[in-house]
């Protein structure tokens, strides 16, 4: 009995510190989208008229299971289902206390992501190769390579890092693409008046996504606040 009890009570205190899934989806593609998973009478999460090199906010959502992700153009009738090159039809699980993402790519075609995240305070980031050259070096500072709070390096089209953790406080954002590293020449994000790097206030317990993103022969970054609404 005592055994039975404890079994009962530590699935209980599972039960409740368990944290919802949280979704986000990224539109690569050069024209709006319409995305869903799940059924249209029950989803996990949809969006609808998503514009192009843009994000929605993370979702979240206490429906786990495997599910079937439909897109569309936004100004289509038709939906399309997510499946292989043989029209095998793929699904995406979803699981309590994971981070997903559905990506739209530059060429039309979907990925599913699963993002871990550490447990630390903080604002947390993820970071994203959008665009269709291999990018070097993606980082959160205060200067280029100095007092750097969040990074990654060697970053292919779309790559995706989990959530990072870091220190609360005002940073840029900067950028390297593997013909800049001879010369550690970069790009920033400029501010308003485009007379240096824009400074932006990261507060704990908010949510960022770093993209970058082509158009044409051109790559560009951006931030996207992704924290959950409530």
């Known amino acids: 009995m005592k055994r039975f009890?404890?079994?009962?009570?530590?699935f209980v205190v599972v039960g409740i510190f368990a944290k919802p899934a949280k979704v986000f989806i990224?539109?690569?593609f050069n024209e709006s989208v319409d995305v869903r998973l799940g059924e249209s009478d029950n989803p996990v999460v949809h969006k609808y008229n998503l514009k192009p090199?843009?994000?929605t906010k993370l979702a979240r959502t206490e429906k786990y299971g495997d599910y079937i992700l439909y897109f569309k153009l936004s100004d289509s009738l038709n939906w399309y289902r997510w499946a292989d090159e043989d029209g095998n039809v793929l699904y995406c699980s979803v699981?309590?206390?994971k981070?997903?993402?559905?990506?739209?790519?530059?060429?039309?075609?979907?990925n599913y992501y699963s993002l871990s995240e550490d447990n630390e305070k903080g604002p947390k980031i993820a970071f994203l190769n959008g665009s269709d050259k291999r990018v070097k070096r993606m980082e959160i500072s205060k200067k280029w390579k100095d007092n750097v709070q969040a990074y990654c390096v060697d970053f292919d089209p779309n790559d995706l890092s989990n959530l990072v953790s870091f220190k609360k406080g005002n940073y840029s954002m900067f950028w390297q693409f593997p013909s800049q590293v001879k010369e550690d020449d970069y790009y920033y994000y400029p501010n308003e008046?485009?007379?240096g790097p824009e400074v932006f206030k990261f507060v704990d317990g908010e949510y960022d996504l770093f993209l970058?993103?082509?158009i044409?022969?051109?790559e560009y970054g951006i931030l996207y606040e992704i924290t959950p609404q409530d």
Do not use: Q
């Open 95 to 97: 699981k309590k206390d």
């Open 193 to 195: 008046e485009r007379t």
């Open 53 to 55: 090199y843009s994000s």
């Open 216 to 218: 044409g022969d051109s």
């Open 5 to 10: 009890l404890l079994v009962f009570v530590l």
């Open 99 to 110: 981070n997903y993402c559905i990506l739209i790519g530059n060429d039309g075609g979907i």
């Open 26 to 28: 990224v539109n690569l």
């Open 212 to 214: 970058i993103y082509s």
